[in-house]
């Protein structure tokens, strides 16, 4: 058997589809799923809106959900609003466990502002994130605040966590 796919994709796009459950299309999700629960997922939308649909995975369980009419009429629902809510109930209804991607030996992870894609602190603003790279991949740095910065006295304390009032404060999933 071959290797269809490196470990450095797949870890990519776990950490991805963790970031659309975090700050993306699957946000909604969160309300009602158990607190702390790190899922991933990927909504969708047909033309005209005719299919809604949503594909996310916990560590344990795997869930579809699919809502449309037989006919192929639009249905004016997104993957948000019907696929995701489908899904969300479902999940949120049975004992499941967390995410937990394996990080491959030829990954760095580093720090990038969500909304810049520069490398920057965790002690940000909220805005950033750890995401995978391949070791020595060059980054431009944030100019508003540098990789290195410190963190602020009302900021992130030192395990990383971000008081709950910030914006992304605490996701999970996340280093």
Same mark, same amino acid.
């Given at each position: 058997?071959?290797?269809?796919?490196?470990?450095?994709?797949?870890?990519?796009?776990?950490?991805?589809?963790?970031?659309?459950?975090?700050?993306?299309?699957?946000?909604?999700?969160?309300?009602?799923?158990?607190?702390?629960?790190?899922?991933?997922?990927?909504?969708?939308?047909?033309?005209?809106?005719?299919?809604? /649909?949503?594909?996310? *995975? @916990? &560590?344990?369980?795997?869930?579809?959900?699919?809502? +449309?009419?037989?006919?192929?009429? #639009?249905?004016?629902?997104?993957?948000?609003?019907?696929?995701?809510?489908?899904?969300?109930?479902?999940?949120?209804?049975?004992?499941?466990?967390?995410?937990?991607?394996?990080?491959?030996?030829?990954?760095?992870?580093? /720090?990038?502002?969500? *909304? @810049? &894609?520069?490398?920057?602190?965790?002690?940000?603003? +909220?805005?950033?994130?750890?995401? #995978?790279?391949?070791?020595?991949?060059?980054?431009?740095?944030?100019?508003?605040?540098?990789?290195?910065?410190?963190?602020?006295?009302?900021?992130?304390?030192?395990?990383?966590?971000?008081?709950?009032?910030?914006?992304?404060?605490?996701?999970?999933?996340?280093?």
């Amino acid at each position: 058997m071959s290797e269809a796919v490196s470990p450095e994709a797949v870890h990519a796009l776990d950490r991805m589809m963790i970031e659309v459950m975090n700050r993306g299309t699957g946000r909604a999700a969160k309300n009602q799923l158990p607190p702390g629960l790190v899922v991933a997922g990927k909504t969708g939308t047909s033309n005209d809106y005719r299919d809604s /649909w949503f594909a996310g *995975f @916990s &560590g344990s369980h795997l869930i579809v959900a699919w809502v +449309g009419h037989d006919d192929n009429k #639009p249905t004016a629902l997104t993957g948000t609003t019907g696929g995701l809510a489908v899904w969300s109930r479902l999940m949120g209804s049975i004992p499941t466990s967390s995410f937990e991607p394996l990080l491959p030996e030829s990954v760095d992870l580093r /720090w990038i502002d969500y *909304f @810049s &894609g520069r490398e920057t602190s965790p002690y940000c603003n +909220g805005s950033a994130v750890s995401m #995978p790279f391949p070791p020595g991949t060059p980054l431009e740095a944030s100019e508003a605040c540098p990789p290195g910065a410190e963190r602020p006295p009302d900021g992130p304390d030192e395990t990383g966590a971000i008081p709950a009032g910030d914006p992304g404060a605490n996701e999970p999933g996340f280093p």
